[in-house]
């Protein structure tokens, strides 16, 4: 057995070793599952989190599917910084491909340059106002956001089932749950001509910066930083803790709907009764990974995206579910929680010979 | 006469998932640990209670495996938030993103297959009796089990030395502590009994309420149980009012759908988490009341300064 | 010679970067009131739990009634007759008193007929608690009832008593001295645990002093003077108690509290009633009363933490404040050191140079346009540190690196040093070492003499005592009338904190 002694400081070094050694306990405990289901360990985590990144247009993939995973977990940093457990962001994402969705299907032949900006703001305010229904019923009701949020998660989705087997069907779409095709002007440019690559790619990065220096640098970033530490100490500052709610789920709650806006008419064209894999609570494990930390949700959003690029390709090539991206999700979280305990704690093994103190 | 008998017996079976599960929450939080993983629990119970009883035809086994694959996701909550001091809410987070992908990998060999499903119980007599023969005494033997589980809940905290001690740690876990009370041990009983619960809660899911495994047909209830807890404000009694409440929500969004009212079935669906935010919303109002009733330590990690 | 109840030898406690027991002796005879004394930090509370089984030492042998024994939990010490009154820590609100009580008998016999007995010994003791009320209604004092009950019915041989008057009025206090003298003449010991000189005079037969982990001296109280067991319990020898400072120069009213009347906000709190005060340039003014009177509240109304309603019910330089929040109140001159350092005056997770700006960014002109000035808030975080010479390797370090004493002082030093009108200090030396909390006297002594009004609440009356101008009493919500220091006896004091309302209140009609 073995006792945690407080280490008095916060190791630096073990803030950003943890996710490292929880990523490499993930790989050897996904390998034990894998032999224990009869599957080859190293050669199924090789296919899983490696020979994605050798595919072809492996690289551009992996950013079209982290671009989302960063957008929002930028804006989730933010609100778990300030303590605002904000969890459902998978419905601030929907809201955010319906409104902006919404735009480009009602703008179908418009050719103006400002249509694809009109449908990126419709997203951000479609996936902004979902979150500050959230805020409000917290700072008015008291209602606790986690469960919440994560209702209006579930809203949100049959709000999408309705809308495209509904009134927004496509009436030349033979029945299918979807909307007819966005314009291509609506769609938005490409970062380079006729790929995938819509320019979400470049927003994620960038706002992950620019969060990363509000939370650092600015008065704002310091009261939310307050407010989830010590909520007693910002009242004592005189930071309003409402306001910084408000805040903290419109800036989540918008990026979402960024993030949304982004996907749909970036890489799907049309909306869907199936338009994310569960970004949303991805976002939360990328978060997380990320140490809440603005730049540490960059590497943190690209390593989960490899996660559903890996169970395509474990599907593809070895025929598994790609249910695993899941479960390997699951445990990566797990193990970061449980590693995150040397940032704090020094594990001291007691009757175990050998063992380094 | 008949729609009436329906209802209320289908409200019952609606209800019963939701009790089980918010029963083992509400004893969880009882000692002030917040387990936001009971969806993922609850996955895990039903895949494995459907698997064990497709495979072994045996339901007695197959209710023990949904127990044991609950307090297994548990056990692993209780280590890294109660050993290992890791944050309680990112932590029941991972339990669902877990069991989510675990039970959609194990039960992708069981979409679309069945599986023996849970009895209704027949009493000579008595279940013969009109209209209160069907109302009480024609259930499956898990419905019962949940209203005696919820009384013998609310009996041991309230009555036993053990549930003061509970109810002692919820309150203030430093002073139990002080008093010689094993905070941690306690606990993790506590977190494995919830476990057992959603476990228990999943499988009914699979295994009576709609006997088949879908991938991720808990459908956002273990949610719900824990809205129920606070709900209830961690009165036992309030627990069984909340489910019924919820429950009926939850079947009778079913029920118009199958009437074929002119409105679209979507919103229909939408129906039980409209009105769990409702819900929520209406008894959050009155913070004084769940300040009173609310375990002081809730979420709240402890270590015994050694 | 009989055998001593409790003998400890060579006991030795290390903890991270802190041995706090170091090869400890202690000898407690049968029937005798034994005083542990100490300043905070000084190793006393370790050494309790240690006898209490709380914890374990890491060297060292106990000897209870002659025999080697290893106390493994508080159970055991119970077992073995060791009973326990804590200061923090140890009764659950939300639970009745018979509950509480019960949790402390680990023998399920010891439960039967709990209520009864529970009236019966409270009687017997002269200490009245009525077992089916919720601990959350009852004052301080009837809580330290409770616990002394739930010890009594276990027929203790030792009681140990932690800081039990730090909490009670002076009357009370003298009622527990009788319940203790009585218990030990019926065969009880007590290790009596203190820092109050006076009353351990009084009070205890035997004394064992601490310092710094370690005993300095062991001696009979009744034969030594008050400033003898001072300069043996504090290292550096004692610097004379200050000057009574010359009666101030009083300017204009610069603080003033018209009717301020608050509902608690929560079912545990004290509702303010009707507090009316006026502090002028220049003056101190001391609001003693013990804790949970409404101490908390009338910090958080002043401060702006809880808003008072009407604009005329807080004046701050003449202007109406009552309206206004913390950062409002700041704006026109006011500034706040809470009486919890953790978490409340200060994000102990966060540097020095945080911390600084978190209550000084706006007088202190630490940002620009929502930007943080990083370098002119690490000056002042080093002029802070250095003025007060605060102990620390720099602003970068974490507030929790700090002893409590150290960031006492640098909180103390944010407020002062930025020239407030008005400076509100609750418990402005609690759990400070004498060097800083002389330190911090002389900075609220300047600021006065600088032209502030300052406003001390303190429940340490040798505190209020010593620093203010004139005194006030807050029990149960109210104010009472303030009185110069000069007119102020301890005895009046005293009685208005045990909430008999002597003094006469001239309500004002407008």
């Known amino acids: 057995m073995f006792s945690l002694q407080p280490r008095g400081y916060v190791s630096q070094f073990w803030s950003w070793g943890s996710p490292i050694l929880a990523l490499l306990l993930t790989a050897a405990i996904a390998g034990a599952i894998f032999a224990f289901m009869g599957r080859p360990p190293l050669l199924t985590v090789y296919t899983f989190l490696i020979s994605p990144l050798f595919a072809p247009e492996g690289l551009a993939n992996l950013a079209i599917k982290a671009a989302p995973l960063i957008l929002m977990g930028v804006g989730l940093s933010l609100a778990y910084k300030a303590n605002v457990w904000n969890i459902g962001t998978e419905g601030q994402f929907t809201l955010g491909a319906i409104f902006g969705g919404g735009a480009a299907l009602a703008l179908p032949d418009a050719t103006s340059w400002a249509v694809f900006p009109a449908v990126l703001i419709a997203g951000i305010t479609g996936g902004m106002l979902y979150a500050l229904i959230v805020a409000w019923l917290r700072t008015a009701f008291n209602a606790n956001e986690i469960l919440t949020s994560l209702m209006l998660a579930y809203i949100a989705q049959y709000l999408l089932i309705y809308l495209v087997t509904g009134p927004w069907r496509d009436p030349m779409g033979f029945g299918y749950p979807q909307t007819a095709m966005f314009s291509d002007t609506a769609d938005g440019p490409r970062v380079i001509e006729a790929t995938n690559l819509h320019f979400g790619i470049i927003a994620a990065p960038v706002i992950a910066i620019l969060a990363w220096w509000i939370l650092g640098k600015t008065s704002f970033g310091f009261q939310l930083r307050v407010l989830g530490q010590a909520p007693r100490a910002a009242r004592f500052a005189g930071f309003s803790e409402n306001r910084l709610v408000w805040l903290s789920m419109a800036i989540s709650g918008g990026l979402a709907g960024l993030a949304g806006v982004f996907e749909v008419t970036g890489t799907q064209g049309q909306l869907t009764t199936t338009i994310s894999p569960g970004y949303g609570f991805t976002a939360i494990i990328v978060a997380f990974l990320g140490r809440l930390n603005p730049a540490g949700i960059i590497p943190a959003g690209l390593l989960l995206a490899l996660t559903y690029l890996g169970g395509d390709a474990a599907q593809i090539n070895l025929g598994m579910s790609n249910a695993i991206t899941g479960i390997f999700q699951g445990i990566l979280l797990f193990c970061l929680l449980g590693a995150d305990v040397l940032i704090l704690y020094r594990i001291k093994w007691r009757k175990s010979a050998g063992a380094r103190a | ?306 | 010679m009989t055998t001593p109840l409790l003998q400890l030898n060579g006991i030795v406690k290390q903890y991270p970067g802190c041995l706090a027991n170091d090869h400890v002796d202690l000898t407690i005879d049968r029937h005798q009131i034994h005083a542990l004394l100490g300043e905070n930090g000084a190793g006393k509370s370790t050494l309790v739990k240690i006898i209490y089984g709380v914890v374990h030492p890491d060297e060292g042998s106990i000897l209870w009634q002659g025999e080697r024994v290893t106390i493994t939990s508080p159970a055991h010490a119970r077992r073995l007759g060791i009973g326990m009154v804590f200061q923090h820590f140890s009764l659950f609100e939300a639970l009745t008193v018979a509950e509480n009580i019960a949790l402390g008998l680990d023998n399920p016999k010891d439960r039967v007929n709990l209520r009864d007995r529970i009236i019966k010994i409270s009687a017997s003791y002269g200490l009245p608690v009525d077992p089916d009320r919720t601990v959350h209604d009852l004052s301080v004092g009837e809580r330290q009832r409770i616990e002394i009950v739930r010890c009594l019915l276990q027929n203790p041989k030792l009681l140990i008593m932690d800081e039990p008057t730090s909490v009670l009025t002076p009357k009370e206090a003298e009622t527990l001295f009788t319940t203790l003298r009585r218990l030990a003449s019926e065969g009880c010991s007590i290790l009596y645990i203190s820092h109050k000189l006076e009353e351990v005079r009084a009070l205890c037969e035997a004394a064992t002093i601490m310092r710094a982990g370690r005993v300095v001296a062991q001696c009979i109280p009744a034969e030594k003077t008050a400033r003898e067991l001072a300069s043996i319990m504090i290292s550096a020898d004692l610097k004379p108690a200050h000057e009574r400072r010359p009666a101030p120069t009083v300017g204009l009213p610069r603080l003033v509290l018209n009717k301020l009347t608050l509902r608690a906000t929560s079912e545990f709190g004290t509702s303010l009633k009707s507090i009316s005060l006026t502090v002028s340039g220049g003056e101190i003014v001391g609001i003693a009363g013990i804790a949970g009177n409404g101490q908390g509240e009338l910090m958080d109304a002043l401060s702006g933490e809880i808003l008072a309603g009407k604009p005329e019910t807080v004046l701050l330089d003449g202007k109406p404040a009552g309206h206004l929040g913390p950062y409002d109140r700041r704006k026109l001159g006011g500034c706040f050191v809470p009486e919890e350092r953790n978490g409340h005056g200060a994000v102990t997770t966060m540097s020095l140079s945080e911390n600084a700006y978190l209550s000084a960014h706006l007088r202190g002109a630490l940002s620009k346009l929502g930007v943080i000035n990083h370098r002119r808030t690490n000056t002042y975080a080093a002029s802070i540190i250095e003025r007060f010479d605060v102990r620390t390797t720099g602003p970068a370090a974490l507030a929790k690196s700090l002893s409590g004493g150290n960031l006492q002082k640098f909180l103390v030093g944010r407020e002062v040093m930025l020239d407030p009108a008005v400076l509100v200090i609750s418990q402005p030396t609690w759990g400070v070492d004498a060097g800083a909390a002389l330190a911090i006297h002389e900075a609220i002594i300047a600021l006065a003499a600088a032209g502030a009004a300052v406003v001390i609440i303190s429940q340490d009356l040798d505190e209020i005592f010593q620093l203010s101008d004139r005194i006030a009493v807050i029990a149960a919500g109210t104010l009472s009338e303030p009185v110069p220091v000069a007119e102020a006896s301890l005895e009046r004091i005293g009685l208005l904190m045990g909430g008999s309302h002597t003094a006469s209140e001239a309500p004002a009609h407008v």
């Open chain 2, 1 to 306: 006469m008949d729609i009436v008998i329906n209802l209320l017996v289908s409200v019952m079976a609606a209800s019963t998932p939701l009790l089980l599960a918010a029963t083992g929450e509400l004893v969880v939080e009882k000692v002030a640990v917040l387990n936001l993983g009971v969806e993922g629990m609850m996955l895990m119970g039903a895949i494995a209670g459907f698997a064990v009883a497709h495979e072994t035809g045996s339901l007695p086994l197959a209710l023990l495996a949904a127990i044991f694959a609950g307090m297994a996701l548990s056990l692993l909550f209780a280590f890294l938030t109660l050993t290992l001091q890791a944050n309680q809410t990112a932590t029941g987070l991972a339990l669902t993103i877990f069991g989510r992908g675990f039970s959609a990998l194990v039960g992708a060999g069981y979409v679309g297959i069945s599986a023996p499903t849970l009895p209704h119980i027949h009493i000579p007599v008595l279940s013969d009796i009109p209209v209160l023969g069907q109302i009480l005494f024609s259930y499956d033997p898990l419905i019962y089990l949940a209203l005696a589980l919820l009384a013998f809940v609310a009996w041991f905290l309230s009555k036993t030395h053990a549930g003061l001690i509970m109810r002692a740690i919820g309150d203030q876990h430093d002073a139990a502590h002080v008093l010689g009370y094993k905070v941690i041990r306690i606990r993790y009983l506590a977190v494995l009994f919830g476990g057992a619960m959603a476990g228990l809660a999943g499988a009914y899911m699979s295994l009576a309420y709609t006997p088949l495994w879908a991938q991720d047909m808990i459908a956002g209830r273990g949610w719900v149980a824990l809205a129920l807890v606070t709900f209830a404000a961690w009165r036992p009694f309030w627990l069984l009012i909340g489910a019924w409440l919820f429950g009926a929500m939850m079947y009778l969004s079913l029920y118009v759908q199958g009437l074929g009212v002119p409105v679209p079935s979507a919103f229909l669906s939408a129906v039980p988490y409209i009105g769990t935010v409702v819900v929520l919303v209406l008894i959050s109002r009155d913070s004084r009341r769940i300040r009173l009733h609310r375990p002081a330590m809730l979420g709240r990690a402890f270590q015994a300064g050694n």
